[in-house]
């Protein structure tokens, strides 16, 4: 007798019933995990609205608080206040003190020039416009120029530029002048200061400070002489001999 191999296969056989069971439960844990999705999303979407609305409170609060000055700031504020005030104060002083010394007072200027001065028995006489010391006259520029324009310009008046003799012509020009070119310059830096007449300046008696600029032109300020830029724009200092008349006995 043959053998034969006999194979069992198990057979499982589901019921319709069976299939829908499983069917509503796949729909069921479906929907239960789309209301939980719906669920978060909506927590998530109120709790941003609700921090939202804090942030806006937070900046609305630090607005108004920055907008109202604190006391510190309104005590500096005042203090520099003040400080601008008193700047504006010192300045005003300041320029008038410059007013002063660049334009000599009128009443100075007329006691100058009312009556001539008589040396010897001879009356001094100047140009109009012109102020009279000792035996010279002196014309103070009201317009700016160079060194060297204020040169010509004094000599096509035929005169000069002012060459300072003594401590007592100083004295005279010190309250009229300030920084007005004189007739005193070096060819360069470190030479020796001369005078237009090629008279070597005694720098014992006027010595020449450094000014501004260290130029090789001088200025008088101050009842002293400073060196400067001889291109600078200034006013200048003419000087001529006065005419004498014989006053009438």
Known sequence: MSEHTVTYVDLKFHTS????KKQRLKNSKA?????????????????SASEQQKRQRTLKAQSKGSSAPSPV????????????????????I?????????DPPCGQLENLTKEPEIIQGWKSLCS????????KCYHFSTEYKPWLESQKTCSS???RLLQIEDGKELDFINPLASSHWIGLSRDKTFRPWMWRDGTALSTDRF?????YVDGDCAVVRGGEFF?????????????QAARFLKPDK
């Open 94 to 102: 300041l320029g008038a003190k410059v007013f002063q010394v660049s």
């Open 73 to 92: 700031w309104k005590l500096v504020a005042g203090i520099l206040g003040i400080f601008c005030l008193a700047l504006l104060i010192a300045g005003g």
């Open 157 to 159: 008046l035929g005169t």
């Open 207 to 211: 010595p020449v400070k450094k000014g």
């Open 227 to 239: 060196s400067d830029d001889c291109k600078d724009a200034k006013r200048y200092i003419c000087e």
């Open 128 to 135: 109009e416009h012109w102020f009279q010391y000792g035996k």
């Open 31 to 47: 929907k239960e995990i789309n209301n939980q999705v719906v669920t978060y999303k909506e927590l998530k979407c109120c709790h």
């Open 17 to 20: 019933s069976e299939q829908q």
